[in-house]
């Protein structure tokens, strides 16, 4: 019943977003548990999840910022370099993302997936935006990236085994657009991370239809990383975390996307070092 109650106000949540949304002009997408948990699970109940996540195109995120700070909605925390906003709606957490997964993981925009999104009128009452399958395999795959390779909440490895299952037929394109947005060394990486971590099938067999590895070496210090992260003593989490932080921004098969990735971790941790916000 708790469940059940706790959905229903996800969706009206959720509804009042797409609202505000509407009235600024703003286009968004609903993501991850509250929609993959209709599309891939037999029962919605088979997949909790505690937040609603949504993205939102960079041009509309300052109006959807601004149009929740009008509505008074309790802003926790926001960073408009980051396209970051995290409020709550009647206890609900909303988080809005207007970059795809970190800034600077690959070169995947929400403007393009967005662009790429179709209309759904069956999974809501109401209509919302579906994105591709494939960009929502790779948004999962960049919060495992983004998390330096050790994190997952215990219905992510499902939820890629799933969503990785469902897209087979279409293996081909979905390595295509890795190479383009220059992600398959994180593709490979999260893949490895599931055939040694989960044991999955699925992406063993998908580790063998993806090209050979160009990056060894990086691919190996993650795998290392991975492997000491959870054998360390408490005290050194700080400085594992801080690593594992460095190969994901490390992970893109763009030097340039590399650079600023460093460049702006450098940048905002002078910023708190110095006891100001990064913004």
């Known amino acids: 019943m708790r469940r059940l109650v ?21 286009v968004i997408a609903p993501v ?18 505690r937040d609603l996540d949504l993205l939102v195109s960079r041009a509309g995120f300052l109006r959807i910022t601004d149009g929740v700070e009008k509505r008074g909605w309790e ?3 926001q960073s408009r370099e980051m396209g970051e906003l995290e409020f709550t709606i009647e206890r609900i957490v909303v988080e ?12 995947i925009t929400t403007d393009d997936v ?7 009128r069956s999974t809501f ?32 490895p499902e939820d890629l085994e799933r969503l990785l299952t469902r897209l087979e037929p279409r293996w081909n394109d979905l390595i295509v657009r890795a190479v383009s947005a220059r992600f398959m060394t994180a593709l490979r990486s999260a893949a490895t991370w599931m ?45 594992s975390g801080l690593l594992g932080l460095v190969l994901a921004i490390l992970t893109p098969d763009d030097p340039a996307l590399r650079f600023k990735g460093l460049s702006r971790l450098l940048r905002r941790g002078a910023y708190r070092r110095f006891g100001r916000n990064p913004g």
Not at 10 to 24: S, Y
Not at 202 to 225: E, M
């Open 195 to 239: 055939v040694e971590e989960y044991d999955s099938e699925i992406f063993a067999r998908f580790i063998q239809a993806l090209p050979l590895p160009r990056r060894r070496s990086l691919s190996a210090a993650v795998r290392l990383h991975r492997r000491l992260a959870d054998r360390q003593p408490k005290r050194l989490a700080s400085a």
């Open 114 to 120: 967005l662009g790429r999104a179709q209309p759904d």
């Open 32 to 49: 991850k548990g509250v929609v993959l948990s209709r599309w891939l699970y037999e029962q919605t109940f088979d997949r909790p999840y």
């Open 125 to 156: 009452s109401f209509e919302v935006l579906r994105i591709d399958e494939i960009d929502h395999f790779f948004l999962l795959v960049a919060n495992v990236i983004k998390k330096a390779f050790t994190y997952a909440n215990r219905h992510q």
């Open 6 to 26: 706790f959905d229903t106000m996800v969706v009206r949540a959720l509804a009042q977003v797409l609202e505000l949304a509407r009235e600024v002009g703003a």
């Open 75 to 77: 802003i926790h925390h």
């Open 96 to 107: 809005i993302h207007a970059e795809f997964g970190r800034r600077d993981l690959s070169r």
